[in-house]
């Protein structure tokens, strides 16, 4: 029963999934199949290659999730790959059915969990708007009401009544979101697939979805791993992380908290990687950064105008010459902000030391995060990444004197500009 303005309820959720084939085919394969694991033996209906180890054994992607969305709130959902994102979505969609546990949905749901979701190939994208207007359970008077709108928003006019399957990607999406945004539903459930889209459509789809929850007072769901786009768009952040929820608040603390859970931030003064896991692309492992040790003691709070020094120890496996060392600060949700490159360094077999000073004094007051990536210098401009670590997340503080205006970052950016000088002879 529905409680005042309470969309979406979900109370102890969990989903199970069992790994390896499931069935085979046929009554008497699954029977052989059953017989033979009852023994112990190998099942003989198996693909070869399988690994006998997954046979049987089951998965949890969703381990007792509880959570309730009000009516015009709109909600990111946040973890790393495989955190349950996309499985939870499939469970509030009805795609997919709950081990344990119950959802309540009081409202029609327009959804998009990938490219095309609910479109049939072989009709046209008009036809395409009807049908899934048919499965929310608009008429068709209601539909005809929304067509002329929902085609100029997808910008695909001149295709509407092409066959959807001769769509590329793009189109598609364009498509889907615009029928998803425009029918009558009091629910929007969207999954990372507005990646697909160019960026000003992607803009334009960011303003429609804050439009229908400020403006028309619809809930919505959104996944994505893009968290400025999280922090643009939504006023309140579920973090998952291995098929439960570790945080549900305020936005910019759940996304704190998802690059700290990634090892992207810390604030610490110190960093040792010697056990960091790098990303799957860098394993050459002829260069590996393995500590950075900042002279103040805290990074919590360095004076915007004060250089930053810091000393960086580096292993070695053979000597190398022509290496760079690239440093990126970026904003608090990890969108690239500002770089400062050093060019030229030798590098000796075993651990070399570097001591480096960095002036920052054109970020404004704020808290960052940062990168140092190691790469070696190629012809033309080229450059290959060697190795690439998090360092710590560190804030700028301000002294500001009687005839200075305290920053504001949030209205006039992270980077300060030195004040401008007034040329003699130019006021007449």
Known sequence: ?????????????????????IGGGTLRGDLQSWWARKRGKEDPNTLIGTDQRLIGTTFMALNGVSFTVKKGEAVGIIGSNGAGKSTLLKLLTHVTAPTEGDIDLYGRVASMLEVGTGFHPEM?????????????????????????????????????????????SGMYVKLAFSVAAHLDSEIMIMDEVLAVGDMKFQKKCLTKMRQAATRDGKTVLYVSHNMATIRDLCDRCIVLDQGKIVFDG?????????????????????????????????????????????????????????????????????????????????????????????????????????ALEYDLSMLSPAQYNTYFTLFTAGEGGGNSDEDCVPGPRFGIVDTYGESRVEWNARRWGLVQLPDARLLPGMAE
Not at 278 to 298: G, K, M, T, V
């Open 124 to 168: 046209t994208g008009r036809e395409n708007v009807y049908l899934n207007g048919a499965i929310l359970g608009m008429t068709r008077a209601e539909i005809d009401a929304k067509m002329a709108e929902i085609i100029a928003f997808s910008e695909v006019g001149d295709f509407i009544d092409t066959p959807v399957k001769r769509y590329s």
């Open 250 to 354: 305020a936005v910019d603390e759940g996304i704190a908290i998802y690059l700290a859970a990634r090892g992207q931030s810390g604030s610490g003064s110190a960093m040792d990687y010697t056990r960091y896991q790098r990303e799957s692309w860098c394993e050459n492992d002829a260069l590996r950064i393995r500590s950075i040790r900042f002279a103040a003691d805290s990074v919590e709070a360095l004076e915007r105008t004060a250089p930053v020094r810091l000393t960086m120890t580096v292993d070695a496996r053979q000597a190398a010459q022509q290496i760079g060392l690239r440093f990126e600060v970026r904003d608090e949700v990890g969108a690239p902000l500002a770089t400062s490159c050093l060019y030229g360094l030798q590098m000796h077999p075993g651990e070399n030391r570097l």
């Open 1 to 21: 029963m529905q409680q005042d303005d309470t969309m979406i309820r979900v109370r102890g959720v969990k989903k199970q999934y069992r790994l390896g084939q």
